[in-house]
């Protein structure tokens, strides 16, 4: 019995693997020690829902970028870190559910937690949403460092998806603490094939990326 159960667990797990496009992997299955915690899988992120095609929290991304990651992974586990994804291929249909709620000026449940001082009404203007994202091309990460003793993600100065100037690369309204924790991640990131973002700490793109300006939309599950 537990031979069988064994193997159907196995043979799910192909099945699933064979079901992404050509190009597309798990991040678990190429880097099993990464931490993967998709905050659009659950409530608590800027729209305050499950955002439309996130079913699992599952991280997919292109072949090159995991192969990157991993490198990546590699150098920090020197130092006992960890990379933790909180997002990396977001399918359109997502991308459509933020531009919906943008929309939606009255809708400001997490405004404090994510946008204090931003009014929403902007959000398309300063380009916090857009109708595209380079996420749905499957080589955009976004992602913080792990403390491996504690469990705990380095204090990088503004929570993740904080849309305002504390997100900013060049922030210098920082502890020493929070500029290295920064420094850290931009450094081993960029050294290992990726460019950041500058108003976002977390966000950073495979150079040379397979699908530029293709925009997939299948599920994450």
């Known amino acids: 019995m537990r031979f069988v159960l064994s193997f159907l667990l196995t043979l ?32 608590y992120n800027f729209v305050g829902s499950i955002i439309d095609g996130y079913n699992a929290n599952v991280a997919i991304m292109t072949k090159q970028t995991a192969l990157a990651l991993k490198k990546v992974q590699q150098e920090l586990a020197k130092q006992n870190l960890s990379i933790k994804i909180y997002d990396a291929y977001r399918p359109q249909r997502a991308v459509n559910h933020f531009v919906r709620w943008a929309k939606v000026i009255n809708d400001t449940l997490m405004k404090q937690q994510f946008y204090p001082r931003e009014d929403k009404r902007n959000l ?14 499957g080589s ?36 020493n603490e929070q500029s290295k924790n920064r420094q850290t991640l931009q450094k ?17 793109t495979l150079r040379g990326e397979p699908y530029r300006n293709q925009y997939f939309d299948f599920l994450v599950e």
């Open 124 to 137: 398309f203007k300063k380009g916090y949403i857009a109708s595209k994202s380079r996420h749905s091309s």
């Open 140 to 175: 955009t990460l976004d992602v913080t460092i792990v403390d491996l003793e504690t469990g705990k993600p380095l204090d990088m100065g503004s929570p993740y998806d904080f849309f305002g100037k504390e997100s900013w690369v060049e922030n210098k309204d920082l502890t």
């Open 12 to 43: 799910f797990s192909f099945v699933a693997f064979a079901q992404l496009p050509k190009g597309f992997v798990y991040a678990k299955n190429e880097i099993p020690t990464v931490n993967v915690d998709l905050q659009y899988c659950g409530d």
């Open 188 to 204: 081993v990131m960029l050294a290992n094939g990726f460019r950041n973002y500058a108003q976002e700490w977390w966000h950073f």
